[in-house]
């Protein structure tokens, strides 16, 4: 692992972090993608709209009030000298502050709320789709850039949805509410001061395609961040015992760094957005009282309607920050959406067939026609492969790492499709029927168990989740797991935590066994189950597999050459190709590769012991 330097800051140079997704994505604004958007709020249109109406009436009609009513103040009482007409005025001002108070603040909490209803279902949309892709899209992405899609990009989208959208709404009839006052107070100081918004959008305007960009460049470091940041704790324990500690915090530092400079770089492009419109209401302040002040001494207009053009042009300025704001958060908004519809608009590699049938109750005939397969193009994993394996027979893969052996389990679990050639179970080829029905009758123990978050009573539920408790420890007891567990200080209702990390290899792997063989599958498949389990366990498990697989159709996996003796097949694979099939007597007596497989394992152990 290399540090990174100030050349090379810009962009990490460790090749873990160059991913597909990471690149900025050069696309011009894509009003279509905000039109997606607006469709999260469609179900809720009709709730919002009288709520929003009559808010943003009252509130534009109270904002607007408030300079006529100081106008008159000034005007017909104060120069006047008629007190009583000013306290009326006073008090009128008040309720009109507190209307406007009111219907804000409702405001405000109601659309906070409806905001937080479409976050959570545009987030929900999300997962959901995620956990339809298929493998390969797995195999290209980190889990830290996943993470980042739906946490941080979703959340930059709160801003819009709460009260951004309803706010650009009254900005914008607050702004031609205020037009329409200053022209019809005075048209040409009206029209003197309205010229200079022209100026501030043409300076703004070339800003745009930056702050996007830079927003975009941000949303990528900080994916990169956070598929650092899961590798390392997932990887903690390889990182420490090669003392890495050091390289691993400088490598961070430095990804820490550029995400620093690259958000220094977004926020100072956003926040050029205010010394913009403070310069041009300057401008505007300038005109209003060198202008104004000739036309106060001609007597064109009065004091009052000029500080009530003051107070206009106060206000006239500020819904335009505030829009000047919110394009700032539609830009990061649409930086983000542009990474969440990239996911949403992913197409599962392994995708159902609009004739798709559900698969009946199957007894476990399978048969691998002429399969090619290839994780990358032209570089083939199995090659015309064809296998036929009848119901209850138990196969053992075996053959060096590489050779084929779990993309045959891949494929059969149809957790990828062939490139070439069929899998026909029963036969339907699997493509033809629904991936629930297929997957729900197989089951899979994988050298890497996977344990949840939760009791030992729920992993193993998990394979069936309306088992009853007598069914999961029966489960439990038929892989020999039920010892340890009670043994537990709560037993079944021991909380595991995180992958388990409370137990044993050995132990989360018998929790797969018992998790497996609960959901009752026709076909059984073993990826080196049995490779953290220790000599005396696996023994156990092999008198309980036994009886356990009788009827049904197994796949094993092993190593452990001993561990497939009594299996009723053997395909011995090589470089994607079967070279040889049959049981052990026959395979022996042949004397090819599996014969040198197992010479090579005693040899090994006699050496060991």
């Given at each position: 692992m290399k540090n990174i330097t100030d050349d090379n800051k810009a962009k990490p140079n460790n090749e873990r972090f160059t991913y597909q997704?990471?690149?900025?994505?050069?696309?011009?604004?894509?009003?279509?993608?905000?039109?997606?958007?607006?469709?999260?709020?469609?179900?809720?249109?009709?709730?919002?709209?009288?709520?929003?109406?009559?808010?943003?009436?009252?509130?534009?009609?109270?904002?607007?009030?408030?300079?006529?009513?100081?106008?008159?103040?000034?005007?017909?009482?104060?120069?006047?000298?008629?007190?009583?007409?000013?306290?009326?005025?006073?008090?009128i001002m008040a309720g009109v502050y507190i209307v406007q108070w009111l219907a804000n603040n409702y405001r405000i909490r109601y659309m906070n709320n409806i905001g937080q209803k479409v976050i959570y279902d545009l987030r929900n949309d999300l997962f959901s789709h995620i956990q339809q892709l298929s493998f390969r899209f797995f195999d290209k992405r980190p889990a830290g850039s996943v993470l980042v899609r739906v946490t941080n990009d979703v959340n930059s989208m709160q801003d819009l949805f709460?009260?951004?959208?309803?706010?650009?709404?009254?900005?914008?009839?607050?702004?031609?509410?205020?037009?329409?006052?200053?022209?019809?107070?005075?048209?040409?100081?009206?029209?003197?001061?309205?010229?200079?918004?022209?100026?501030?959008?043409?300076?703004?305007?070339?800003?745009?395609?930056?702050?996007?960009?830079?927003?975009?460049?941000?949303?990528?470091?900080?994916?990169?961040?956070?598929?650092?940041?899961?590798?390392?704790?997932?990887?903690?324990?390889?990182?420490?015992?090669?003392?890495?500690?050091?390289?691993?915090?400088?490598?961070?530092?430095?990804?820490?760094?550029?995400?620093?400079?690259?958000?220094?770089?977004?926020?100072?492009?956003?926040?050029?957005?205010?010394?913009?419109?403070?310069?041009?209401?300057?401008?505007?302040?300038?005109?209003?009282?060198?202008?104004?002040?000739?036309?106060?001494?001609?007597?064109?207009?009065?004091?009052?309607?000029?500080?009530?053009?003051?107070?206009?042009?106060?206000?006239?300025?500020?819904?335009?920050?505030?829009?000047g704001q919110m394009y700032s958060q539609l830009l990061i908004a649409m930086a983000s959406s542009e990474r969440i519809f990239e996911f949403m608009d992913e197409k599962p590699n392994v995708a159902e067939a609009n004739h798709a049938v559900k698969l009946p109750a199957i007894k476990g005939n399978i048969h691998f026609e002429d399969i090619v397969f290839e994780y990358e193009k032209d570089r083939p994993?199995?090659?015309?492969?064809?296998?036929?394996?009848?119901?209850?027979?138990?196969?053992?893969?075996?053959?060096?790492?590489?050779?084929?052996?779990?993309?045959?389990?891949?494929?059969?679990?149809?957790?990828?499709?062939?490139?070439?050639?069929?899998?026909?179970?029963?036969?339907?080829?699997?493509?033809?029927?629904?991936?629930?029905?297929?997957?729900?009758?197989?089951?899979?123990?994988?050298?890497?168990?996977?344990?949840?978050?939760?009791?030992?009573?729920?992993?193993?539920?998990?394979?069936?989740?309306?088992?009853?408790?007598?069914?999961?420890?029966?489960?439990?007891?038929?892989?020999?797991?039920?010892?340890?567990?009670v043994n537990l200080p709560q037993g079944y209702d021991t909380e595991v935590q995180e992958r388990g990390n409370v137990l044993s290899m050995g132990q989360r792997q018998l929790l797969s066994f018992a998790r497996a063989l609960l959901a009752d599958p026709r076909v059984l498949i073993l990826d080196e189950a049995t490779a953290s389990i220790d000599t005396e366990t696996e023994l156990k498990i092999q008198e309980a597999l036994k009886t356990l697989l009788q009827g049904r159709t197994s796949f094993i996996i092993a190593h452990r050459l001993s561990t497939i003796r009594s299996c009723d097949n053997i395909v011995v694979l090589d470089h994607g190709r079967i070279m040889e099939t049959g049981n052990h007597d026959q395979l022996m007596e042949h004397q090819g590769i599996y014969y040198g497989l197992i010479q090579a394992q005693y040899r090994f152990l006699s050496e060991a012991s």
């Open positions: 997704d990471d690149e900025v994505m050069e696309k011009p604004f894509d009003w279509g993608q905000l039109r997606r958007l607006s469709h999260y709020l469609k179900p809720y249109t009709r709730q919002m709209l009288p709520i929003i109406i009559i808010t943003m009436v009252l509130g534009t009609l109270t904002k607007l009030a408030i300079p006529f009513l100081i106008t008159l103040a000034i005007d017909d009482a104060l120069i006047a000298g008629n007190s009583k007409k000013l306290i009326t005025i006073v008090c709460t009260n951004g959208v309803v706010n650009v709404l009254i900005d914008l009839v607050q702004l031609l509410g205020i037009i329409i006052i200053l022209l019809s107070l005075n048209v040409k100081l009206g029209l003197a001061i309205i010229v200079t918004v022209p100026l501030m959008f043409l300076v703004s305007t070339s800003l745009r395609k930056r702050i996007r960009r830079a927003w975009q460049d941000v949303r990528t470091k900080q994916a990169r961040i956070n598929s650092h940041l899961n590798e390392s704790i997932q990887g903690i324990k390889v990182t420490q015992a090669f003392t890495q500690e050091k390289e691993n915090i400088d490598y961070f530092d430095g990804m820490n760094d550029v995400n620093r400079k690259s958000w220094n770089n977004a926020t100072a492009l956003n926040q050029s957005f205010g010394p913009i419109i403070e310069v041009t209401g300057a401008i505007g302040y300038c005109i209003l009282f060198w202008y104004g002040a000739s036309l106060v001494q001609s007597g064109a207009v009065t004091i009052g309607v000029l500080f009530g053009f003051a107070t206009y042009i106060g206000n006239f300025w500020e819904p335009i920050n505030r829009l994993a199995l090659r015309g492969i064809n296998l036929k394996v009848r119901a209850g027979q138990s196969v053992a893969l075996v053959g060096h790492t590489g050779s084929g052996k779990s993309t045959i389990i891949n494929l059969l679990c149809r957790f990828y499709d062939p490139v070439q050639g069929s899998v026909i179970l029963d036969g339907h080829d699997i493509r033809d029927v629904t991936i629930e029905s297929l997957r729900s009758q197989v089951g899979i123990v994988l050298q890497d168990t996977f344990i949840f978050s939760g009791t030992i009573r729920d992993n193993i539920r998990f394979g069936k989740l309306n088992a009853t408790d007598e069914e999961v420890e029966a489960a439990a007891k038929a892989v020999h797991a039920h010892d340890f567990i």
